[in-house]
């Protein structure tokens, strides 16, 4: 009898253990309204693909700009805990790169950080539109 109460325990820890993985901070889709950009990431495994874009084969992730194809590709990243990571991007031209952090501040908001490079900016309009340096990313199913 103790040896089915301990399978059965270890087996609910292991359980936890892979749902606690498949929600990893740094694989998801968030989201900002107010610049109608947005962040489609995996950082762990690296497999998102830019619509329209296979060019650039399998990434990090990239930042888009909703209603555009316009983007800004990550190249590279570096996830220091499950609340920060730092990005390295490339606008999809190649002509402009910038280095962020990605810091997950709860279950839903996220902030993005510019910390070098080139201005961040998107097309809004048929102009370019200036991100700022900092602004909130929240998470969408």
Known sequence: MKKIILLTILQ???????????DKSFRAYLYNNEYSVYLRINLYDQDVEVPGQSLYGKLPGYLGKEHNSFCWVITSCKVKNEEKAELQLINDFGSEDLT????????????FRQEAGSTLKVPKNGKWQKLPKRFVLKRRK
């Open 100 to 111: 962020a952090t990605l810091t997950r501040v709860n279950d839903s908001l996220y902030v």
């Open 12 to 22: 609910m820890c292991f359980t936890m253990l892979f749902a606690q993985k498949e």
